[in-house]
């Protein structure tokens, strides 16, 4: 479904990733673990279409697309979700009527017709048990005045309404307490479905005791250092990061 | 040197006014530019105005003669030359155009993306329309309705000619001729304007719209308007359309008088969307107005405007809170963008006893434009008790453009209570990629989040009017977040 190819990518002059590649299929879970500044936001980043960073080498298809051609928008379009570390407000918008305005610009896209009123209702009711959003949280502004679960348990309720393929949780577990993540989880894994995919991007291995990953990839230095299975994450939590990322380098060397 | 070439003012002053004398005739129904006493006769006689509304004109100009015009404004433009404008013009019959294709395609693109029907569309740029139009028969049955409960809606020549004692005994009551200068020239040369007049405890069962008048004579340059809401009378008045209007005159120097009463509530909305220049600001229209209210015991004014067109707008919409218990309300969105000046707010005079006023403005500074507030609470020596709250947000678009914030209070009376609240604030990148990651458009982002600031006053606006409203705000600020 997703396929990076030797990317590299940097903001001002500052070069970021340097030659990451990573293939996730279908229904796939893979997450992304590696030391604070290896460049797993900007990965996030690059592929929702975030314009701040310049690709100056490499390649990313979408089931088969060149993403790299594709705006914010358009690869929303395609079903790429991306639930925010730091989810934005927005004062004065009410979160239904983002979501509303949100879902019917991408159907309008897509060419279909706009969700009726009464659809519309029942899938906010459905989205919203899921991550157990009260009514209050829903009609409120987006994101205002909301503490940080409130704001991670809001973008995977954004995240059910819009039933993204490629779904990538950047860092969705910091700031949580353990209900929270908890619930969050809980949203994530019922989501997860044969035809949808996720990245979990993450510092902490407490959220894939939560949200078990198929593949477990370490990011290191702009670039994917090491892969492994489950079980990898565990590994990581007993000796760190430091073995992997010297073992790297050696291999260099 | 003769005389000529030392005042050249005064040279083009004394052969214009030979001009004159040739240009009155039916055929040539324009005045050739320039102004002087007799330019005001002229009008005057072309409207068959009696003599005391000839002498207050004749006032008003030797008082405007003796005036400067203000400077104080935070707002930069090359000052109008005054004796090169034409004060009279009879409504233009304008060739009607065929049909829409004829119609500025830009015109035409922003109408459809308000919304506006094609009929309407029609009527607004001016295409003839070959069966009788729906606005028309609206307008007629309306003013059935209207009359039914003795109110006045007409326009201001009408009222000179039909009701000049009602005419005679507010016009100007409320902004005097020498208020300044501005409406000092509105006093000396207005061509028209709208009249309403609601009688005693009568609640005007609609929305009064210009929209229904203005299309009769066309816009006005110096436009006057009067609004009197008797005892315990309601009304609400809308002033301007959000089609955008392409104006060849430079210079718009408005007067709006509203008088309420006892008990009485005045709503006045305005969305202006007026012409505001090329991306340089050439040729965009000056939009200098002077619009006030005074209250009387209980009575009620409130102000809801939207303001996103002209190259310099200098516009306080005011109450004078005179009787006991009044109340005034200001709510306001300027939208400026490429190199747009605004210079807006209000003023709240408080007189009387438990007056209160409320002042919500929203500034958003697109492109190079300057947006300031400028705001004046006063609580006078007899205004017990009197409260105000004021809130002016600033929200920057760009890095290049400006928000200012000028609010002056002065208080008389130890038991006023006045609170002031103010913000700026840059709209987020980051907002509006999470819009776009969202899957709305970059129009769709900005739309939602300049409505959502926005919010406070666009909810004070009529239905039809705030629908209007959000687009308009959306369409004005297209690709702008740099």
Do not use: H, W
């Given at each position: 479904m997703l396929k990076i190819e030797n990317l590299h990518a940097r903001i001002g002059d500052t070069e970021?990733?340097?030659g990451l590649t990573l293939s996730l299929g279908t229904g796939e879970v893979h997450a992304i673990m590696g030391p604070n500044g290896s460049g797993k936001s900007t990965l996030a980043s690059i592929l929702a279409g975030?314009?701040?960073?310049?690709?100056t080498a490499g390649s990313i298809t979408f089931d088969g697309v060149?993403?790299?051609?594709?705006?914010a928008t358009e690869r929303a379009v395609a079903g790429i979700f991306l639930a925010f570390q730091y989810p934005v407000e927005i004062p004065g918008v009410s979160n239904i009527n983002f979501l509303r305005t949100a879902l019917n610009s991408i159907r309008e896209q897509r060419e279909e017709a706009p969700i009726s009123g009464k659809d519309f209702l029942a899938k906010v009711k459905a989205c919203a048990q899921l991550v157990e959003l009260d009514g209050k949280l829903r009609d409120?502004?987006?994101?205002?005045?909301?503490?940080g679960g409130e704001k991670k348990r809001n973008e995977v309720f954004q995240m059910a309404m819009l039933e993204p393929r490629l779904a990538v949780l950047d860092e969705?577990?910091?700031?949580?307490d353990i209900d929270a993540l908890r619930i969050v989880s809980h949203g994530v894994n019922s989501m997860r479905s044969a035809d949808r995919s996720f990245l979990v991007i993450t510092h902490y291995q407490r959220l894939l005791d939560h949200i078990v990953p198929d593949h477990v990839h370490v990011l290191a230095g702009g670039r994917i250092v090491h892969s492994g299975g489950k079980e990898l994450a565990l590994e990581l939590e007993e000796k760190g990061y430091d073995w992997i990322v010297d073992a790297q380098a050696t291999e260099q060397a | 040197m003769s005389a000529a070439e030392e005042n050249p003012l005064l040279d083009e002053f004394t052969r214009k006014e030979y001009e004159f004398g040739f240009t009155?005739?039916?055929?040539?129904d324009t005045l050739a530019p320039g102004l002087n006493e007799e330019v005001i006769r002229i009008i005057s006689k072309k409207k068959n105005e009696p003599e005391w509304m000839l002498n207050w004109r004749l006032e008003a100009f030797s008082v405007w003669q003796t005036m400067e015009e203000p400077e104080w404004a935070h707002v930069q433009y090359k000052k109008p030359?005054?004796?090169?404008?034409?004060y009279y013009s009879a409504p233009k019959s304008k060739a009607?155009?065929?049909?829409?294709?004829?119609?500025d395609p830009e015109l035409r693109a922003t109408m459809d993306k308000l919304g506006i029907s094609m009929e309407e569309q029609k009527r607004l740029s001016g295409v003839a329309v070959?069966?009788?139009?729906d606005s028309v028969s609206v307008a007629t049955s309306f003013k059935d309705k209207l009359a039914e409960l003795g109110i006045i809606f007409c326009s201001m020549s009408e009222a000179i000619q039909e009701h000049p004692e009602l005419v005679k005994q507010h016009l100007?009551?409320?902004?005097?001729?020498?208020?300044?200068f501005f409406s000092a020239l509105n006093a000396a040369v207005f061509t028209d304007g709208s009249f309403c007049y609601i009688p005693?405890?009568?609640?005007?069962?609609?929305?009064?719209?210009t929209y229904f008048r203005i299309n009769e004579a066309?816009?006005?340059?110096?436009e006057r308007t009067l609004v009197v809401a008797e005892a315990g009378s309601y009304v609400s008045y809308l002033e301007g359309c959000t089609a955008p209007q392409r104006d060849e005159n430079q210079l718009h120097a408005a007067v709006v008088e509203l008088i309420a009463k006892d008990d009485a509530e005045i709503k006045y909305s305005t969305v202006q969307n007026w012409y505001p220049g090329?991306?340089?600001?050439?040729?965009?229209v000056f939009n200098f107005v002077t619009k006030r209210g005074i209250c009387e015991a209980r009575a009620k004014i409130s102000w809801t405007q939207v303001e996103t067109g002209s190259a310099v707008t200098w516009k306080y919409p005011s109450?004078?809170?005179?009787?006991?218990?009044s109340v005034g309300e200001f709510y306001s969105v300027a939208v400026t963008n490429n190199a747009q000046q605004a210079d807006t707010g209000t003023k709240m005079i408080h007189l009387g006893a438990n007056t209160h006023s409320t002042i919500i403005s929203k500034g958003i500074s697109a492109g190079n434009s300057q947006n300031s507030y400028r705001g004046l609470v006063q609580i006078g020596p007899?205004?017990?008790?009197a409260r105000n709250f004021s809130q002016c947000d600033s929200l920057l678009m760009t890095d290049t453009s400006g928000a200012h914030t000028f609010p002056y209070i002065e208080t008389k009376n130890p038991t006023a209570h006045v609170e002031h609240e103010a913000t700026t604030s840059r709209i987020g990148e980051d907002q509006i990629f999470y819009c776009l990651q969202r899957g709305l458009t970059e129009e769709q982002a900005i739309g939602l989040i300049v409505n959502g600031y926005a919010k406070e006053v666009l909810n004070k606006l009529p239905m039809e009017f705030a629908v209007e409203a959000r687009k308009l705000l959306a369409i004005s600020l297209e690709g702008s977040v740099g």
């Open positions: 970021i990733l340097k975030r314009e701040d960073y310049e690709v060149d993403l790299l051609e594709l705006d409120r502004s987006v994101n205002e005045g909301f503490s969705t577990d910091s700031g949580l | 009155t005739d039916i055929d040539a030359d005054y004796q090169a404008i034409s009607p155009l065929g049909s829409l294709d004829e119609v070959d069966f009788v139009m100007g009551t409320v902004v005097p001729v020498k208020d300044n005693k405890g009568a609640r005007c069962p609609m929305e009064l719209s066309g816009t006005g340059q110096f090329d991306a340089e600001g050439k040729g965009g109450c004078i809170l005179k009787g006991d218990g007899r205004a017990r008790n």
